[in-house]
């Protein structure tokens, strides 16, 4: 592929921190405690590679999703191309004016009120002051804050920030746009605007890298993913291909991931197993079909009003059903043993999408929390099938139930 039809290059990019002791001091204050602390000097610090030997080409108008696991290297990729930090290792051509939306008001001065800052930001893209002018309606309009647009941001809300930050970066003329986790922060609302936007500017062909553990949102606006795992790209094509990769990845090595078992020789009330019941296959549920959870707890003393509850989460982490018990009736009334408790739905309907639950065990008259598991049993939901409705999904009617039971048995 010729250089010119590349909008980003990238050959054997690598970052190194030292953790430990003997980190070099970078200020006058750290100098001080150090010399305190240490005044004999201290050992030199061991490397971590936080990311290694990335190459990688990606040609103008693509939009590229980057997925991976907590620590994978993912935001320190980006980084790196945003020239926010330097390569230890290797080096990256960026041909085009960078839009980044990193962190939450990276690039904004807080002692600026938000239109100094749009006019800031235009400036380091290297656009004539005219420019940003005849895109500043805009803006304010998309971030929703024009009553406050003359406040110093460092009055602003996280929220603010983000609709701001992302205003900016996704109207100025930035040929590359960079985004990290947009979909972290905001209301549902919000969260639309932004991904409708990314859309078009991937559709007008802008080259659009895109990192988010939300994977519907990867699989909707990108064709091409990399996959990172331990600070290497693990994977590097389409991006179905890339989130079949991704889920394969993360259930290795952890026996049967569509169910839980509590450590062995684990005492005192908590749970001890759940699984799930899917209409398709272990991890696979059609849509509308009935549907099941079935957790075993250990209970070692009686509990006034022991709370039992389970919360299924998409992959915004976004509570979209919660199933609950309370101890007042007499389920668990000072009850001591072991229990089975199963949740039946006999109609289960959930937008596609890769799901997991969230169960929590506490005392609701002492505030006692005995057990918190979050994001076990993953599963997926499919339509396959079925007749797809003749309108679209909104996430705010993400999920909903004609019905729902629950028994208890065991004592």
């Not at 390569?87 to 008001?105: F, H, K, N, Q």
């Not at 553990?213 to 990108?222: C, E, I, Q, R, Y």
């Not at 002492?366 to 679209?392: A, K, N, S, W």
Request: a neutral charge; aromatic letters at 10%.
């Amino acid at each position: 592929m010729k250089s010119d039809a590349l909008a980003i290059q990238a050959e054997g990019l690598g970052k190194a921190y030292r953790i430990g002791r003997g980190l070099r001091a970078t200020t006058l204050a750290e100098k001080l405690v150090r010399a305190v602390r240490h005044p004999l000097g201290g050992t030199a610090g061991e490397p971590f590679w936080a990311l290694q030997d990335a190459t990688f080409d990606i040609p103008r108008g693509q939009a590229v999703g980057i997925i991976g696991r907590n620590g994978a290297g993912k935001s320190t990729l980006l980084k790196l191309l945003s020239r926010i930090t330097t390569p230890t290792t290797g080096w990256a051509d960026l041909r085009g004016r960078v839009g980044s939306l990193i962190e939450v008001g990276t690039g904004f001065h807080p002692e600026l009120t938000g239109r100094e800052n749009i006019f800031l930001n235009g400036a380091i893209l290297g656009m004539r002051r005219r420019e940003v002018a005849q895109r500043f309606d805009e803006i304010v309009a998309f971030a929703g804050i024009e009553p406050f647009i003359d406040t110093p941001v460092k009055r602003y809300s996280s929220g603010m920030y983000m609709r701001l930050a992302f205003a900016v970066a996704a109207h100025l003329d930035a040929e590359i746009l960079v985004v990290d986790e947009v979909l972290a922060v905001g209301d549902q609302e919000f969260q639309r605007k932004c991904l409708g936007k990314m859309g078009e500017v991937a559709g007008a062909g802008r080259t659009v890298l895109f990192v988010s553990h939300a994977l519907h949102a990867v699989s909707t606006l990108t064709t091409r993913t990399l996959v990172l795992e331990r600070g290497r790209i693990a994977f590097d094509g389409p991006t179905t291909d890339g989130l079949a990769f991704y889920r394969a990845l993360q259930a290795e090595g952890a026996g049967s991931p569509y169910a839980y078992a509590s450590p062995p020789g684990r005492t005192g009330t908590h749970v001890r197993s759940a699984r799930l019941k899917t209409s398709v296959s272990e991890g696979v549920h059609r849509h509308g079909d009935p549907f099941a959870i079935e957790v075993e707890i250990d209970v070692a003393d009686r509990v006034p009003k022991l709370c039992f509850s389970v919360h299924v989460t998409d992959e915004s982490e976004r509570s979209v059903n919660h199933f609950w018990i309370y101890g007042d009736g007499p389920a668990f009334r000072n009850a001591v043993g072991r229990f089975v408790v199963r949740f039946d739905v006999p109609r289960y309907r959930l937008m596609m999408g890769h799901y997991t639950i969230t169960i929590w065990l506490n005392d609701r008259s002492t505030h006692q929390t005995f057990d918190l598991l979050r994001h076990i049993c993953p599963f997926e939901v499919t339509m396959d099938g079925l007749v797809r409705p003749d309108y679209d999904w909104n996430p705010e009617h993400m999920a909903y139930l004609e019905d729902y039971s629950w028994i208890v048995s065991g004592a």
